[in-house]
């Protein structure tokens, strides 16, 4: 199966795992899984950053190898197919990430790890709940 990890599923994997159900973490430690991160991801933590909302310890650069490479993350990617798919993704609220991690799974058959409510209700869209 191929996963996006949503973006609090990304950092509670790696920094949080307490947080994970069981059945996420069964799926994100299956050696036959693929886990996906999307640029989208990566922009939200910096964000969250530069808001003072979450603090390192080291250098975002260090950090974010380190995530990538103990979670065995890929790329996922970040085309026009995926914004012309945002189009007729309806969330209820305009959170714009959330619409481009919902269509970058819809766009490239993937299943996204959640625990956005709003999320788990797009139609059209796989998903595995941690809730």
């Known amino acids: 199966m191929r996963l996006l990890l949503d973006t609090h599923i990304w950092l509670w994997a790696y920094l949080e795992p307490h947080r994970l159900t069981s059945e996420v973490h069964r799926a994100l430690t299956d050696p036959g899984n693929v886990r996906l991160l999307?640029?989208?991801?990566?922009?939200?933590?910096?964000?969250?950053?530069?808001?003072?909302?979450?603090?390192?310890?080291?250098?975002?650069?260090?950090?974010?190898?380190?995530s990538k490479a103990t979670l065995e993350l890929k790329e996922a990617p970040l085309d026009w197919k995926i914004v012309r798919e945002m189009r007729f993704v309806m969330l209820g609220h305009k959170d714009p990430a959330d619409r481009f991690l919902a269509a970058t799974a819809i766009t490239y058959d993937l299943t996204l790890v959640t625990a956005d409510q709003r999320l788990l209700q797009v139609a059209g869209l796989k998903t595995i709940a941690n809730i």
Do not use: H, N
């Open 38 to 66: 999307s640029a989208v991801s990566v922009w939200e933590f910096i964000v969250l950053l530069e808001k003072k909302r979450i603090t390192l310890g080291q250098d975002f650069g260090g950090w974010f190898a380190q």
